[in-house]
């Protein structure tokens, strides 16, 4: 959700602020700019729409000369995505521009005060407030302008901050959004995401809450919210752009749905020593196991599904009541959580605002907290007790995929090493479920190798509404599913608990109605079957998905997807990835703009 950059350093900032504003573009947005300091004037270019019209309207940055500036990629929360609320803002004397991921919730109070005391506006956005304040507590020192200006603002910022009194320096400010430093040599940068860094610099510094830097071509210094200067590690980035680039395929999807053996392996190996998991540093022993009485897991969007699929493995194996909440819900809930609750919060990219909300009410009232994240140093994975990383690689495209599964992969892991150490499962089933899980990542490419059909079912089955339904671990992965195919193809699409098909929803069942039904839950397998008769009978058109040679739902389904056997609780990591292909191919048919769906962000880091 939005995206900044900025760069201070010998040659023209133009062309390498266009650059990391297009590896920022998977985060959504609907319009970009730059600004960039040249002598004593900050020269400011924005447009609505797409970086390439950016390109198109400076030349790729010829026609805006300087060494240092700011560039922002907007998705609109205040105010329309028009070019005057697009980013960069400038000050009323014209001494500084802004750029701002974020949300301003005390924005209104502020602009009243401004407004009262002359400052004009130009646009409807809550970020202008932030330019003003800092023309109003400008006195000659920038540090100090922007110490008092942060000491205003409520709510969610990263800032990119230019001033004309300071020809080669930039200051950047973080309170609960993303911000990166990038550490060359001669030459200095800033993003909301290291994606936009990888082709510039691997040594990176990730500022926390509260903290300012402050940017020369030669020197990078690091202030807390006291205005004291601080020492922070540099963290090397070790993968590089081309894991980033598309790599032969049509779309980052689809790699990344290609990807998804490779980065499971990644997110299982190492951790898999013999006949034991290695929870990465930390280990939790078992009478520290056995002092909880529930497990929490919350998330949001994809990571939630990930969650309800993880909850029925870590219930099972280790005999644990698990709630699984929406952390925008949970965040509100009064939640019954103490020192007895283990959390575990799931987010991609580790800076969803929601799930940073719930973690910290959840934490304030003694609970353990463990971060499964993809991505080193953000929010989530320095806020929790323990972290786990997903180690997923660069997930460009804006609808996650092999983010989810090796969110999956990471929760069998801890439901096995759980079970484990609480001796909840006896040794021979451990070792079963172990070498199964071992086995997951090939089960992944044959689920992708024996399905070429795809492409013509998405066709058959996208032409309308479609309704997914399943029962238990079923029942996740058809949340996941539906989610796919309406956040990319734009269809709506709908998932049901099967058993719940008479309750009401039958009554949507009509000649001709898609359904795609779950069949992966054998000790279900009879109950779903009466489900997919039940739809048949009045009307509908039912493509299964089930065990590869499950003879019984052939003779009922229309069309059937077939994946590899596995043990139920692991059929949910090998079900999602047809689902996945399926939307794919449905969102390529409707022509949709599938790696940057309409009105989606990446990380969703305001409320």
């Known amino acids: 959700m939005c995206g900044i950059t900025g760069f201070t350093g010998m040659h023209p900032a133009a062309p390498v602020l266009l650059n990391g ?4 573009e998977y985060r959504g947005y609907d319009s970009a700019g730059i600004a960039v300091l040249n002598g004593n004037a900050i020269h ?7 970086i390439a019209k950016l390109y198109e309207k400076t030349e790729g940055g010829k026609t805006v000369p300087g060494t240092i500036g700011i560039g922002h990629t907007r998705w609109a929360t205040h105010g329309a995505p028009t070019d005057f609320n697009a980013h960069p803002h400038l000050s009323n004397d014209g001494r500084f521009a802004v750029v701002h991921n974020g949300i301003i919730e005390n924005y209104l109070a502020l602009r009243e005060e401004l407004i009262a005391e002359d400052y004009i506006f130009h646009s409807e956005t809550d970020t202008e407030v932030i330019v003003h304040l800092l023309e109003k507590y400008y006195t000659g020192d920038i540090k100090a302008a922007v110490m008092k200006t942060a ?3 409520e709510g969610s910022y990263a800032l990119g901050i230019l001033c004309t009194d300071a020809p080669d320096t930039l200051f950047a400010v973080r309170e609960a959004s993303p911000l990166i430093l990038g550490i060359g040599v001669g030459e200095q940068y800033f993003s909301s995401d290291v994606t936009a860094l990888i082709s510039l610099t691997k040594n990176v510094i990730y500022l926390e809450d509260g903290e300012i830097a402050c940017l020369t071509p030669d020197h990078v210094t690091v202030y807390d919210c006291t205005g004291k200067e601080i020492t922070k590690p540099i963290s090397r980035v070790t993968w590089n752009v081309e894991a980033a680039e598309k790599g032969g395929y049509e779309h980052f999807m689809l790699k990344e749905i290609m990807e998804q053996p490779a980065a499971v392996k990644a997110a299982l190996t190492s951790r898999i020593q013999g006949e034991k998991i290695r929870l990465d540093d930390f280990e939790l022993p078992a009478e520290i196991l056995r002092s909880f009485h529930k497990i929490i897991i919350t998330a949001c969007g994809s990571a939630y599904y990930a969650g309800c699929s993880g909850r029925y493995a870590i219930e099972k194996l280790c005999h644990l009541p698990v709630e699984v909440e929406l952390a925008s819900e949970l965040r509100y809930a009064d939640p019954l959580v103490d020192t007895h609750t283990l959390v575990l919060v ?7 605002a929601d799930s940073i ?9 003694g609970a353990t907290i463990i971060g499964i994240v993809n991505v080193v140093g953000s929010t989530i994975a320095n806020l929790a007790d323990y972290t786990l990383y997903t180690r997923a690689g660069p997930e460009i495209a804006v609808a996650t995929t092999k983010g989810f599964t090796t969110q999956l992969a990471v929760l069998y892991l801890i439901a096995l090493s759980f079970a484990e150490k609480l001796r909840s499962i006896s040794p021979e089933v451990y070792s079963s479920l172990l070498w199964e899980l071992k086995q997951v990542p090939k089960y992944i490419q044959q689920s992708i190798d024996m399905n070429y059909q795809l492409p013509t079912l998405s066709r058959r089955y996208s032409s309308r509404s479609l309704f997914f339904i399943g029962r238990n671990t079923d029942y996740a992965v058809a949340l996941e599913g539906a989610l796919k195919m309406k956040e990319i193809s734009y269809l709506h699409a709908e998932s049901y608990a099967a058993g719940e098909l008479k309750h009401g929803t039958i009554a949507l069942i009509e000649n001709g ?22 739809v048949k009978a009045r009307g509908a058109k039912v493509l299964a998905l089930a065990f590869h040679g499950n003879s019984r739902i052939i003779s009922q389904a229309d069309d059937v997807i077939f994946i590899p056997r596995i043990s139920t609780i692991f059929s949910p990591i090998l079900a999602v990835v047809p689902l996945q292909l399926l939307a794919y191919y449905a969102a390529k048919a409707h022509n949709c703009d599938i790696d940057k769906p309409k009105n989606l962000a990446k990380s969703v880091t305001v409320e």
């Open 21 to 24: 504003l297009s590896r920022l």
């Open 346 to 352: 799931i987010s991609q990219s580790g800076e969803t």
């Open 151 to 153: 000491s205003r603002l």
């Open 44 to 50: 400011i270019e924005k447009v609505s729409g797409r």
């Open 513 to 534: 109605q898609p359904v795609i039904a779950v069949c992966c839950n054998e000790a279900l397998a009879d109950k779903t079957l009466s489900n997919v008769v039940e």
């Open 357 to 365: 909300a719930a973690l910290k009410e959840c934490r304030a009232r």
